[in-house]
Each structure stands twice: as C-alpha cells, then as structure tokens.
C-alpha cells in the first residue's frame, strides 16, 4: 500500500508513539509510525496525502510541552490539487459516499484538536482557514452534513423541512427561547453523532455555517472548539450517569482534564 510520510522533528523527551499517534489521528488514518526516542523524532506515514497535507499544517504546533517540527520530503505543502476529494464548495459526489478524517475541513480538525487540549497558534488556525477557503470543503463531508441537516428536520418537522431552516424561525427569538423548542420537540436527544446534535441544537445555525462555508474568523475556531469540548463534557456525565444507575455501587469516575481555555 502506498503510503504518505512526514518528518516529526524536536519532540518532547516525554512524547511516545502512543501520544504522536494520538494527536495525528486527527489529520487522518495512520499506516505506521518509526518513532526515535534517541533523536526526539518520528516518521509518520499516512494512508491519503490529503491528511499527510494536514499534518503539515500542524508545524509549529505544541506536543507535550514542546513545539514541534513537521516537514515532507515527499508531500508538498500545498493544497490546491486535492481536486479528486476536494472541490468547490456545494460541487457533487456521490449519494450516499461516506466521509473520512480527512474529509472534514481543515479548520474544523483544528477545532477538535483544540478541543481536546492541544495547544495551537494562531498563525495555525489561520492557515487552516486559508486552506479551506481556496480548496472548498471536501464534498463527502459537504454531502453528510446536509444529508443530517435534512434528515433530522423531516424527523422533527415533516417533509422538505431542515433542522437549519427551523433553527433559523426561532433564532431571532433569542438563545433561551431556542434552547425551549430544541428541549419540546426533542431534536437533539433523536441525535447521534456530535455533528447530528449540533446542527439540532440551538446553536445550529453557526454550527452549519461553520462545515458547510469557506469564510470564517480564528474566533470561529475557537467558538467551535467550546461546542465540541462542552458537547464532549456533557456526553462524558451522560454515560457516567448511565452506569451510575446500572451499577449504583460502581466507584465515581474521575472527572477528565478540561482542555486549556475551554472548560465550563
């Protein structure tokens, strides 16, 4: 199988395979990695170049405490031949294709990571805005979005209607008032996955405009790396809450570490 590498270089003394695998999993599926404790650096190699690409993006970011060095010999740090993912925004793919890591905007990962954490600069999300905005949003990811979108709202409202659109009627009607019609008609318990719940919440709005558009501000980022964490946090006292009940004398679990900046 073909593969894709990237140099790591300057790593933490304390970083292991485990903990470079962790953080560049977000860009996308990994084949292997040749970590090197003795130099403080590692090979990753990446199953598509698109994540490969991402990965590149992420120099000068911080792993364990140390900023790091990413750079290819192989991959360039360019991103506009992506064209057999990547398209303009709203360009078609095909029904019912499936998204991938590194489908998702890049933007979007950044968002995760910072979520979860990992500590980015601006100049970093700044780059992944560029990078969205003169790519497009990979159509697969575009695809699935708009497919929840529709779906979730013909659940909740009948045919032909969204779950943006209907975000949209109550919006002006102020965040208290759409956090009431969300919790009456149930939206985001029918939801799934993080993307499902957030398009169906409140702030679903923001949420689509963020996936679906090209144009966004490094506050953007920041706004959904919260959604993600909180949403992440409330999943987290949902499923402890769960056992609890399925096992009263189940020890408390001990609360994860909030991400800098992002804890509620």
Request: charged share 20%.
């Amino acid at each position: 199988m073909m593969t894709f590498p990237i140099r790591v270089q300057q790593l933490s003394p304390t970083s292991s395979e485990k903990s470079i695998h962790d953080f560049f999993s977000f860009c996308g599926r990994i084949a292997s990695i040749q970590f090197d404790a003795s130099t403080h650096s590692a090979t990753i190699n990446f199953e598509k170049i698109q994540a490969a690409k991402t990965a590149l993006m992420l120099n000068g970011g911080a792993l364990d405490g140390a900023t790091i060095h990413v750079s290819s010999d192989s991959v360039a740090d360019e991103h506009h031949d992506d064209t057999t993912t990547h398209g303009v925004a709203g360009s078609a793919a095909p029904e019912g294709s499936a998204y991938e890591q590194h489908d998702k905007p890049r933007a979007g990962i950044a968002a995760e990571l910072l979520a979860k954490g990992y500590v980015l600069s601006e100049t970093i999300l700044g780059k992944a805005i560029e990078i969205d905005h003169k790519q497009g949003i990979s159509t697969r990811f575009l695809n699935y979005i708009r497919g929840l979108d529709k779906t979730i709202g013909e659940k909740i409202g009948g045919p032909e209607t969204t779950v943006s659109g209907k975000a949209k009627e109550v919006y002006a009607q102020g965040h208290a008032q759409a956090r009431s019609i969300d919790e009456t008609h149930g939206i985001s318990k029918q939801a799934g996955d993080y993307y499902s719940r957030a398009i169906a919440s409140p702030f679903g709005v923001k949420v689509m405009e963020f996936y679906t558009g090209t144009k966004k501000q490094v506050q953007d980022v920041h706004e959904e790396a919260l959604r993600i964490a909180a949403a992440e946090k409330e999943a987290a006292a949902a499923a402890a809450a769960t056992t609890a009940a399925h096992n009263p004398d189940a020890p408390a679990a001990v609360p994860t570490t909030s991400a800098p900046g992002y804890s509620s």
